[in-house]
């Protein structure tokens, strides 16, 4: 079964966007990957090993570089978050205002059980509005994940940050959830 995912991913790759077609191969990966999933966090140690990001087994606190890195990408996707539930309030002033705190500021220290304590709740609050939303979080990380993946070979950027390359197809995430009953989108379609 695990032979099977590749070559599925693929033809749904090569389907067209927003069809019936591809949204029933996103419901067939979706399903196979149910069957053989990995952990979350093995699928992110997957990307960070593809991009040589560091990826280490025991509880350490990193240099200065990586703890921006990761405010950095941190801040970037709360404001994401914030900006999809507020699209019309302009977020580019308070935006800029964090990142020259995330670039200027002096790093630590760092409390690391108190981090991993607030790493955990904002994660446990991220699956909290997945549930309140009603969509299978697992088959969009995965989704993500896979869009992740194709970024493989176009390496990083000054800031550490994973490029684009030509192979990288981008999420699908509204087909995932037409795949799980989602009625809306239909004007993307
Ligand atoms: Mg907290």
Same mark, same amino acid.
Do not use: C
């Given at each position: 079964? *695990? +032979? =099977? =995912?590749?070559? #599925? ?9 927003? *069809?019936?077609?591809? @949204? *029933? ?6 399903? #196979? ?19 040589? $990001? /560091?990826?280490? +087994?025991? /509880?350490?606190?990193?240099? +200065? ?14 404001? !994401? ?10 977020? @580019? ?9 995330? !670039?200027?500021?002096?790093? &630590?220290?760092? +409390? ?5 304590? !607030? #790493? ?5 609050? *991220? ?21 992740? =993946?194709?970024? $493989?070979?176009? &390496?990083? @950027? ?29 004007? =993307?379609?």
């Amino acid at each position: 079964m *695990t +032979d =099977l =995912l590749p070559s #599925l991913r693929a033809l749904r790759d090569a389907a067209p966007r927003d *069809t019936a077609e591809r @949204d *029933t191969l996103t419901r067939a990966v979706a399903e #196979l990957e149910r069957r053989v999933r990995p952990t979350f966090q093995e699928q992110v140690t997957e990307f960070h090993r593809a991009l040589d $990001f /560091p990826v280490r +087994d025991t /509880p350490t606190v990193p240099d +200065d570089d990586e703890v921006r890195l990761r405010a950095r990408l941190i801040a970037e996707e709360a404001f !994401e978050v914030l900006a999809a539930m507020f699209p019309v309030f302009d977020w @580019d002033n308070i935006v800029s205002r964090v990142r020259y705190v995330v !670039e200027a500021a002096r790093v &630590g220290p760092v +409390d690391l059980p108190a981090l991993a304590h !607030e #790493l955990a709740d904002l994660h446990y609050v *991220t699956s909290g509005t997945a549930v309140q939303l009603g969509f299978d979080e697992r088959a969009v990380l995965n989704e993500v994940h896979r869009a992740n =993946l194709s970024k $493989f070979g176009a &390496g990083k @950027d000054h800031r550490g940050k994973a490029l684009k390359g030509s192979g990288f197809v981008p999420a699908d995430v509204a087909a995932v959830l037409r795949a799980q009953g989602w009625q809306g989108g239909e004007e =993307l379609r």
